[in-house]
Structures are given as structure tokens and as C-alpha cells.
């Protein structure tokens, strides 16, 4: 039984009947399956570009964001030390009140 440049043929396995698709047929779906794909490829080659790219910004975000981080640390540890020196000057001046000092 044909229909143009195709055939119709019977299968048994599936108990339907199908129809061959000519060459050329063929030949148009894998045309068009690989300029999907190119098409495809090229986006998601894009796309790798641009996440590189926001990774390395990302990167340099949190380079900055833990050095805004261990400045009040920082300034706390220089603050503690003041403190110790300043106390350490007031009981060499005699102006800092010892344990056990009624004053």
C-alpha cells in the first residue's frame, strides 16, 4: 500500500501499522535537530561565560565582606589593648586604685 514516496507496512510486535518516512524526510529532522543543538550549545556556552563570571564576582564580594568583618574585630583587639596600657600607666602613676585600697 503506498501513499507518495512513502510505504505503509504492518508490525507485528506493536500490532500497528506504520509509514516509512522517505530520505529526505530524514535527512530535514536531522538538519533541524542539529541547528537545535548548535543553538543549544551556543546558550549554554553563554551561559558558562557568565557564570565564570558572576563566580568571580562572588569571589571578590566575599573577600571585601570578610575584611569589613575583621575590622571591629580588629579595633576591639587595639581597644583591649589601650585599656592595658592605660591601666598599666595609672598604676605606675600610682592613680589607679589597687584591690583592697580604701580610696
Known amino acids: 500500500m503506498g501513499v507518495g514516496n512513502a510505504t505503509a507496512g504492518y508490525n507485528p510486535t506493536t500490532m500497528a501499522y506504520h509509514r516509512e518516512r522517505p530520505v529526505a524526510d530524514d535527512e530535514k529532522t536531522a538538519s533541524l535537530i542539529l541547528e537545535y543543538l548548535r543553538r543549544l550549545d551556543k546558550r549554554q556556552a553563554a551561559m558558562h561565560e557568565d557564570l565564570m563570571l558572576i563566580r568571580d564576582r562572588l569571589g571578590s564580594l566575599e573577600s ?29 602613676l600610682d592613680l589607679a586604685n589597687l584591690p583592697g585600697d580604701p580610696s
Do not use: F, N, W, Y
Request: aromatic residues 0%; proline residues 3%.
Open 64 to 92: 571585601q565582606a570578610s575584611l569589613m568583618r575583621g575590622d571591629p574585630v580588629r579595633l576591639e583587639h587595639r581597644l583591649d589593648r589601650m585599656d592595658a596600657r592605660v591601666a598599666r600607666i595609672e598604676r605606675r
